[in-house]
């Protein structure tokens, strides 16, 4: 019977609460359709809607933005169409990758115009949706207003004044209406466009890497029937390059006419580095940069010499940075531009000995880049290609017989070079039995590998140096600055950063290889299915992506609280005087939140709810309260510790008849660093249920005495003022209280005397050296030692 009472209100208040939540619903129905405006501010309000629909008319009136896009639309859809039916986009399977790139550019460049139409005119539409919701509203308003109105006979002209309202709000919506509508029948044009356009390079794309991955099979005649059947042209290969770098510098120029905000950041951006390269260099060369002047001597910091290549090798890394979806033809570009700046940065870390190999080793790959821009010159291409090809064998095997490397330090990357070589010289064999044999494509691709492994080495080993020299050069600039953390930490900072650089930088490398490569969608495809296994534990599903996601989720929250704490210790904490105990307090506090904080996340990304974990957490809180009752009483002791602090770090405490310094207060316990050096564990528990003897709870200051004994017959007031004046003249004895020397009395055969002094830190030191300089002055100022009576009757 109480259940179903209980069931009954249960489904009484919902069904309360939903009557009443549709009450609401018509009442505000009613409300809107009954707002009207009283007869007597009809006049007022009628020249405020007027004003404000010049606004609206004047806000949604059409740019000259919009009608140049409306009216460019048409002709740029069917310029696009005549594009795609041409017989290059009809044979897309006949085309090389050559004709595929120059496609996906031109398809590229066609794809930025539309996304810029796309979004002023969605940015329009936005606009006419706000005005056409305010007219809407103003409309029923002032038609609610007329029928009030009638119903209250109102004067003939206060109605016609509604009416003269009424008129213009409709026309007015209208004309908004049929603006709408034109820009978004524009705009479900430009979207559709865009969205073949993404259709049909995806296609490309996909032709692309199937060619290029059609390499093991023979897909021209070999070299010597080609030579026996064909007139060798070298005027006719010329030709066919120039070609190729005209029409490559057009699609750079139609590339860079479409991004054209892009080019405005990034000359902002080149114009900043310029200056910034230029006063680096300027107080390097006056000696200004460092403090250190052994800094000036180490060849990591040379190529600051090189202010013109360091320059383009800036705005190199610049165009990456600030242009999206770069073309073929322009990523060529880049790499040209970078082969003078990259030989010049170089020589400045290797010995004037090996230039010879570094001048050869960019030659032969200038002659092979050139080779890759002919078209349509089969014998040609293929001659210079045997001919890049022996130079390389040549090149590489007259490294590995002079053992030119071997000269070096024989570290990893050293070894791993060596090896490389090798490798190369297998693989270019290949290539040139490949190319004998007609594998053109099998061939080219070897070459281009190691071209490419090895010029991406030595583009990015000088990325690396320059990037890791100006990021040093700032953080040393920075230490002189305010933050304390860089000063602190200033080694460890550096070498972090430089490893962090490191790790880019080779990340960068290997992307850029298994692209060329051909495996980084391969490897993707499988680190994607890898990160998309997963189990079902009860109604929780566990995906190895959750795992991840749960281990990075705890490597970053431990970072954080670490650095965190680093950070309030160093900058806040040091600069600013708070109460004592306080900074403890929040560094603790703040750490805890952090960890359940990141630990509540971490079981979230494997898909627990908040619930389940406070279920869990409830369910383990019976099991843990009973079997791990003195750790969790321990951990609330030191919670309570932190908030009273009784006892902070730093704190010379006795406990149990064990004394020392307070050297850290963890959850579960804390460590007690005694005088003679031995570090002690304390259960936080004893610091709440144990008496303990805080000697600098309130105060660091302690008495400390010095008693000694002297013959009867010296002077008590010159002992008394020896006292004083040692312990007045101790740069560590507080002036307040005052050092107080006291004459005790006297016994058989002595004098006893006591000096009471007052310590803030140094207590045995400071003891033990007024107890010297005291037996100093005392033997300088001929005051005598006591001797037994016993030794007088001996003698």
């Known amino acids: 019977m ?66 140049d896009i409306i009216s460019s639309i048409k002709p740029y859809v069917n310029s696009l169409k005549q594009l795609q039916s041409s017989k290059d986009y009809k044979n897309i399977n006949d085309a090389d990758v050559r004709k595929l790139q120059k496609m996906r550019n031109e398809l590229v460049i066609y794809k930025k115009q539309l996304q810029e139409w796309e979004s002023i005119l969605k940015s329009r539409i936005k606009l006419y949706d706000i005005n056409r919701k305010i007219i809407k509203n103003e409309i029923l308003t002032w038609k609610n ?79 010597f029937t080609l030579f026996k059947n064909y007139d060798f042209s070298i005027s006719n290969y010329v030709v066919s390059i120039q070609m190729t770098f005209e029409e490559k510098m057009n699609e750079i120029f139609g590339y860079l006419q479409t991004n054209s905000n892009s080019l405005i950041k990034y000359m902002f951006l080149s114009i900043f580095e310029m200056i910034f390269v230029v006063y680096i260099s300027f107080l390097y060369k006056e000696r200004k940069l460092f403090i250190r002047e052994e800094s000036y001597d180490k060849k990591e910091f040379f190529f600051i010499k090189r202010i013109f290549s360091t320059i383009i090798i800036g705005m190199m890394l610049g165009v990456s940075v600030i242009f999206s979806e770069i073309p073929v033809a322009l990523k060529e570009m880049q790499i040209i531009i970078l082969i003078i700046p990259v030989i010049r940065i170089l020589q400045t870390i290797i010995k004037p000995q090996y230039y010879k190999y570094l001048y050869i080793f960019f030659v032969i790959f200038m002659i092979f880049f050139i080779d890759k821009n002919s078209n349509s010159c089969d014998l040609e291409s293929r001659t210079f290609i045997l001919f890049i090809n022996l130079s390389m064998l040549w090149f590489i095997g007259s490294i590995i017989l002079n053992k030119t490397l ?160 680093i950070f309030l210790e160093v900058e806040i904490f040091s600069r600013f005087k708070f109460p004592r105990g306080m900074p403890t307090a929040i560094l603790t506090t703040l750490n805890y939140f952090i960890i359940v904080s990141g630990t509540i996340l971490a079981f979230s990304s494997l898909g627990v709810t908040t619930q389940q974990f406070a279920l869990v957490i409830g369910a383990l809180g019976v099991g843990i309260g009973f079997g791990l009752r003195n750790i969790i009483a321990n951990f609330v002791s030191g919670i309570i510790m932190v908030f009273e602090r009784p006892v902070q770090i730093g704190d010379t405490i006795e406990v149990d008849n064990t004394m020392g310094d307070v050297q850290s207060i963890g959850a579960r316990s804390s460590t007690l660093k005694t005088f003679d050096g031995a570090e002690v564990i304390i259960p936080n528990a004893d610091f709440i249920a144990k008496e303990i003897t805080n000697w600098t709870l309130s105060d660091k200051r302690r008495r400390k005495t010095f008693e000694f004994k002297v013959a009867l017959d010296n002077d008590v007031e010159k002992i008394m003022n020896i006292m004083m004046d040692v312990a007045t003249n101790h740069k560590q004895v507080l002036k307040d209280p005052a050092p107080l020397p006291t004459f005790q009395g006297f016994g058989e055969y002595y004098l006893t005397f006591k000096l009471y002094f007052w310590l803030a830190d140094y207590l045995l030191e400071s003891q033990s050296e007024i107890a010297t300089q005291i037996y100093e002055r005392l033997q300088a100022d001929g005051i005598k030692l006591p001797v037994p009576a016993t030794e007088f009757k001996r003698k």
């Open 2 to 67: 109480k259940i179903f009472i209980f069931v009954l209100l249960l489904f009484l208040s919902v069904f309360g609460a939903e009557s009443s939540s549709k009450d609401k619903k018509e009442q505000e129905l009613k409300k809107e359709q009954f707002e009207f405006i009283k007869v007597s501010d009809i006049p007022e309000n009628a020249s405020i809607v007027s004003s404000k629909l010049k606004k609206i008319k004047e806000n949604v009136q059409t740019t000259k933005e919009i009608e």
């Open 145 to 223: 207003t007329y029928e009030n109105a009638k119903n209250e006979k109102a004067p003939k002209t206060i109605r016609k004044t509604i009416k003269n309202v009424m008129d213009e709000l409709n026309s007015l919506n209208n004309y908004v209406k049929k603006e709408y509508d034109l820009v978004l029948t524009s705009s479900q044009i430009v979207t559709s466009e865009s969205l073949f356009i993404n259709e049909l390079s995806q296609k490309l794309k996909e032709r692309e890497l199937t060619i290029k991955n059609m390499i093991f099979y023979q897909n021209q005649d070999p070299y």
């Open 406 to 565: 071997f000269a070096f330090n024989n570290n990893l990357y050293n070894k791993l070079f060596i090896y490389s070589l090798f490798i190369s010289f297998i693989a270019l064999l290949v290539a040139l039995i490949t190319n004998l044999y007609g594998s053109v494509l099998l061939s080219s691709r070897i070459i281009d590998s190691v071209f490419i492994i090895y010029y991406a080495s030595f583009a990015f080993y000088v990325f690396y140096l320059v990037l890791k020299g100006y990021t040093i050069i700032a953080l040393r600039k920075r230490i002189s600055g305010t933050l304390y953390t860089l000063e602190k930490y200033s080694e460890n900072i550096e070498y972090t950063t430089k490893i962090f650089i490191k790790i880019w930088m080779i990340s960068w490398w290997v992307i850029i290889v298994l692209k060329f490569l051909g495996l980084f969608q391969y490897l993707m495809s499988l680190k994607d299915l890898f990160l998309s296994l997963s189990w079902e534990i009860g109604k929780t599903i566990i995906s190895v992506q959750a795992i991840v996601d749960f281990i990075l989720i705890v490597f970053i929250t431990w970072v954080f609280a670490k650095l965190l704490k």
